[in-house]
């Protein structure tokens, strides 16, 4: 079984400009989450994306969206970029009937904002 | 909203010996507490994870337990070995209806040969 993917694996960026990143859940899986991780902190949620519809949002500003498409792949896309905003970008996906249980998470996007 | 406390950031033991890292959580709704481990430049892979129902729970050379009164759950590791050296991260979660984890900062465990 294939695992969750993610795409691109880099990112480069200037401030001010918008980036798009891409996510594929594992087959059969509804849920997708995103979250943000600094370099050497730990992870901050983002969003929680089911059945095509923003279930949940942490606390980051609306610069940060996304949305799901019907086969379940997910965009997380963040505009006005900031310094700040450098990080690692993980998705992870769970099974339709687990809800927040047992998250798969993908390689991540390392996006770089200079 | 939630905050889960993890401790120590920085663990180094021999091989051989136990590593034990704790976790509090403050939401007594959470019900699901999972533990990552996540090596360098690799994704967070799930390890053991116990439900607000269960005390204890063990997978070969891991286990972790959970005191709901308390509020902190805890992770233990015998017999380390040099690749269980990495970072681990406790999360915590209410599960179905919030689809919403809460990690902890980890710890940087390093196993010494």
């Known amino acids: 079984e294939a695992g969750v993917t993610q795409s691109p694996t880099h990112l480069i960026k200037t401030r001010g400009q918008q980036a798009t990143l891409r996510c594929s859940p594992i087959s059969g899986h509804t849920s997708v989450y995103w979250y943000q991780q600094a370099l050497g902190l730990g992870l901050q949620f983002l969003l929680w994306y089911d059945e095509g519809e923003e279930r949940n949002r942490g606390n980051f500003p609306p610069r940060f969206s996304g949305r799901q498409f019907p086969n379940y792949s997910s965009e997380l896309n963040v505009n006005a970029l900031e310094l700040e905003d450098s990080a690692l970008y993980l998705c992870?996906?769970?099974?339709?009937?687990?809800?927040?249980?047992?998250?798969?998470f993908g390689p991540g996007t390392r996006l770089t904002v200079t | 909203g939630e905050n889960v406390e993890q401790h120590p950031s920085t663990l180094s033991v021999q091989e051989g010996d136990s590593a034990v890292i704790k976790c509090t959580y403050s939401?007594?709704?959470?019900?699901?507490f999972p533990w990552y481990k996540q090596e360098l430049g690799k994704r967070p892979q799930l390890i053991i994870d116990i439900r607000s129902n269960v005390g204890e729970k063990k997978d070969q050379r891991i286990a972790v337990t959970l005191n709901k009164t308390a509020k902190h759950f805890s992770l233990h590791i015998t017999e380390t070995q040099p690749e269980d050296s990495a970072v681990y991260f406790c999360?915590?979660?209410?599960?179905?209806?919030?689809?919403?984890?809460?990690f902890g900062d980890g710890t940087t465990l390093t196993v010494k040969p």
């Open positions: 992870a996906s769970s099974p339709v009937d687990r809800g927040a249980y047992e998250q798969y």
């Open positions: 999360a915590a979660s209410t599960g179905t209806n919030a689809g919403k984890s809460t």
């Open positions: 939401d007594s709704a959470s019900n699901y």
